[in-house]
């Protein structure tokens, strides 16, 4: 794939930590399952120190053995090997779409809610004219209009931040810079998906193998393309021994997602999608559709086996506080996440709920990130037509001009669209436009274990308000149907404070200033 497919940037792809010898590695770990002496070691399956003639049989017996583990699908023995990359020049569509729309990797990228992003740092398709003028225009116009939201937006966030903080009005000075950061944070919802990221990137040699099998895949298969071809070629740069096992791209076509995306014969959603999907929601941003009936039972049960423990000796209700009460479960006030390490805390697996949610692309991006509460998000063109589909930041209902500026802009984002449209530019093209505030429709499930984790994190009022919101919603739904294992989905103050850990807030100086571990969750109110 050529860096022509765009005329901004090229995306810069490094490799900056490997395993030394990885692919030896790799072969080493398999024969090691078959070995009688012990361990073997990737010099060994190389042949260092022998002959000549016998290291190139050794040579050629290893890879004969590593094109049969691929080819048997016994791919763990290439888990162990990992690659880190530094990624920049890569769109926010490209991390949505593709590189964190999967559990098997590990990602720092630079935040868009406190690093502002600068004009013209968006990907910029090699179109022709006059559809490249009408590109840059829309991606300009976005980012413009962010810079200017931003500025109206001080003034709003400034009156929610001190109804939070009243005893710091006194020093306005003091809290400009942060009172900035959350204008910025609402802001954010006018720039183009198209926005460049900087990152770190981890993975294992799998997950390269994946990436480059379906990186022509939707949404963003020319960048996908790109960018996974840089990873290879610098792989192959240091290893390429791993060319013995890597397979080529699947084209698009051959995807059952375009198959059959195809046989639809349409662009967009169905004809009263959106206002089925939004009508079952009802007033709620994740809705509760499915989850096993007897969870509090089976858990219970669970918690028993572990413990060798009959009804009579500990109850449900027992059982289930031994679990989940932070008092007597210790583990739930640390840092650090215990959970699937230990052994009560994993009966928790056996709860499992399902919810129908609505989130931006922004806030769907960080709500991805919790790779063990896995989605099922949509191809962009069977849910995005002509016409704006937007989540509104919580904040703008605070300001009735900054709310009409915020929807003017998208209009102009859609018009620009529009016309792109007509001009015969691809969707996925068309798509690098969209606002990070357009609307993703889709469906999550999680077991309790990891849902339990991901509130935790994400009931902080640290938390983007709209995930925030989301997790909120769930907690209740849980808290309604299983009420001994909802009351303990808590935000990480509660947790510590019922655990008896002090400082409750572990964020230090970020402490949000609303003592939520002395409050009902349903009474907590925030637009910022």
């Known amino acids: 794939m050529s860096s022509s497919s ?3 940037p090229p995306p810069e792809v490094r490799l900056v930590r490997r395993f030394e010898r990885g692919f030896d590695n790799a072969v080493a770990a398999a024969r090691t399952c078959y070995s009688a002496k012990g361990i073997v070691t990737p010099e ?3 042949g260092d120190g022998l002959e000549p003639e016998a290291a190139a049989a050794r040579r050629q017996r290893r890879d004969r053995l590593a094109g049969d583990i691929y080819g048997a699908g016994h791919h763990t023995t290439f888990q162990h090997v ?3 990359f530094a990624l920049s020049n890569v769109s926010r569509q490209l991390l949505w779409s593709f590189l964190h729309a999967h559990p098997f990797y590990n990602s720092e990228q630079v935040s868009q809610r406190y690093v502002t992003v600068r004009a ?8 022709p004219e006059p559809a490249l003028t009408v590109y840059r225009e829309t991606a300009d116009g976005l980012v413009a209009d962010y810079e200017e939201l931003a500025r109206r937006l001080v003034p709003v966030a400034s009156e929610a931040f001190y109804e939070r903080f009243p005893a710091r009005r006194h020093q306005p000075e003091r809290w400009a810079k942060e009172i900035g950061k959350k204008a910025q944070e609402v802001a954010r919802y006018l720039l183009p998906v198209a926005t460049f990221a900087y990152l770190y990137h981890t993975v294992s040699a799998i997950t390269l193998f994946r ?3 379906l990186a022509r895949l939707y949404d963003a298969p020319l960048e996908q ?7 290879v070629e610098q792989v192959l740069a240091a290893d390429p021994d791993y060319a013995r096992v890597l397979e080529d791209p699947l084209p698009l076509e051959a995807t059952p997602e375009h198959e059959r995306f195809v046989a639809l014969a349409r662009q967009g959603p169905a004809p009263g999608f959106r206002s089925r999907f939004d009508a079952a929601l009802g007033s709620r941003v994740s809705r509760l559709v499915d989850w096993k009936v007897a969870a509090e039972e089976t858990v219970a049960e669970a918690v028993r086996e572990v413990l060798g423990a009959a009804g009579g000796e500990l109850s449900d209700d027992e ?9 007597r479960n210790r583990y739930l006030g640390e840092a650090l996440n215990l959970t699937t390490h230990s052994k009560l805390a994993r009966c928790l697996g056996h709860a499992h709920y399902t919810f129908r949610k609505k989130l931006s692309h922004t806030a769907d991006s960080q709500d991805q990130r919790h790779r063990m509460t896995p989605a099922s998000r949509p191809i962009l063109a069977a849910q995005i037509d002509g016409d704006p589909d937007l989540v509104e930041p919580a904040l703008l209902a605070r300001d009735e001009g900054c709310r009409r500026f915020f929807h003017e802009s998208c209009e102009r984002a859609w018009e620009g669209m529009r016309r792109l449209a007509r001009h ?3 969707v996925e093209t068309i798509h690098y436009l969209l606002p990070n505030a357009v609307a993703i429709r889709f469906s999550e499930s999680a077991d309790l274990l990891h849902l339990h984790h991901k509130h935790t994190m994400r009931l902080c009022l640290n938390a983007q308000e709209e995930i925030w919101r989301a997790s909120l919603d769930e907690a209740e739904q849980i808290a309604a149907i299983h009420p001994r294992l909802g009351r303990w989905l808590l935000p990480p103050c509660s947790q510590r404070a019922l655990a008896g850990v002090k400082p409750p807030c572990p964020e230090g100086s970020r402490y949000c200033g609303v003592p939520v571990w002395k409050q009902d969750l349903a009474e907590v109110r925030r637009s910022i």
Not at 120 to 127: D, H, T
Not at 319 to 327: K, R, W
């Open 6 to 8: 765009f005329l901004s």
């Open 44 to 46: 060994e399956v190389a």
């Open 82 to 84: 990992h690659f880190q």
């Open 120 to 127: 013209g740092s968006y990907a910029l398709p090699r179109l």
């Open 211 to 213: 990436y480059r099998r």
């Open 225 to 231: 393309a790109e960018v996974v071809e840089r990873m």
């Open 319 to 327: 059982a289930l506080a031994t679990l989940l009460d932070p008092a």
């Open 424 to 426: 015969g530019v691809p």
